[in-house]
Structures are given as structure tokens and as C-alpha cells.
Nanobody
């Protein structure tokens, strides 16, 4: 199982960026999907989560500005970031809880994608 993440980039404050993360390989299903981020010198933090049923939760710092969605048929999770601030600058990682064909759930991470917001 692999997660392929794309998106991110450089944007001015107030701008928008999107992320996409696709799971590939053999597995039974995908449970929770999430996005994390890690700023320089800081610990990785949870940004947003979405359950298989579509329930969402967000870090207080991004509520009202970021949205998370998923397409279960495409094994994909999306993160849309609006009204970006310089403090959103970080490497963003996707995460999925995937039940494999052996019916064991494991945590998988995509490669990080850089987001830089200039003031």
C-alpha cells in the first residue's frame, strides 16, 4: 500500500492551495483519512480528519479556512486551504488508516508536500 500526495506550493497570504492524496495497492478498505502538518522546529500536528462516513474535524487554527473531503470510490482524500496565512507554512502529510487484505488495520503516510505562504 502506498499513498501518493500532490499539491502544495508557494502562495501569498490570503491565497488558496489544494492537496490530493491517493491510496494504491491491495487493501480491504480505508477508515479514517487525515492531513497533518509540520512546521520547522515544531512537532507534527493534526490539521483535519474525515471518517469513512464523512464526519469531519479540524484543528482550531484552520477552522473556517480549510476543508477536507474524500472520494471512497477513488481511495482519495482532499484538503482545500483558503485564506492562507504565513503561519500555515509547513510540510503537509496525508494519513490513512487502511485495513489490509489480512484484515489488519495499519497507519500509512504520504510523502510530505511543502506549503509556503508569504506575507
Amino acid at each position: 500500500v502506498q499513498l501518493q500526495a500532490s499539491g502544495g506550493g508557494l502562495v501569498q497570504a490570503g491565497g488558496s492551495l489544494d492537496h490530493t492524496c491517493v491510496a494504491s495497492g491491495e487493501f480491504y478498505n480505508i477508515n479514517n483519512m487525515a492531513w497533518y502538518r509540520q512546521a520547522p522546529g515544531k512537532q507534527r500536528e493534526l490539521v483535519a480528519t474525515i471518517t469513512r462516513g464523512g464526519n469531519r474535524d479540524f484543528a482550531d487554527s484552520v477552522k473556517g479556512r480549510f476543508s477536507i473531503s474524500r472520494d471512497n470510490g477513488k481511495d482519495t482524500v482532499y484538503l482545500k486551504m483558503d485564506s492562507l496565512k504565513p503561519e500555515d507554512t509547513a510540510v503537509y502529510y496525508c494519513n490513512m488508516e487502511i485495513t489490509g487484505v489480512e484484515f489488519i488495520q495499519k497507519n500509512y503516510w504520504g510523502k510530505g508536500t511543502q506549503v509556503t505562504v508569504s506575507s
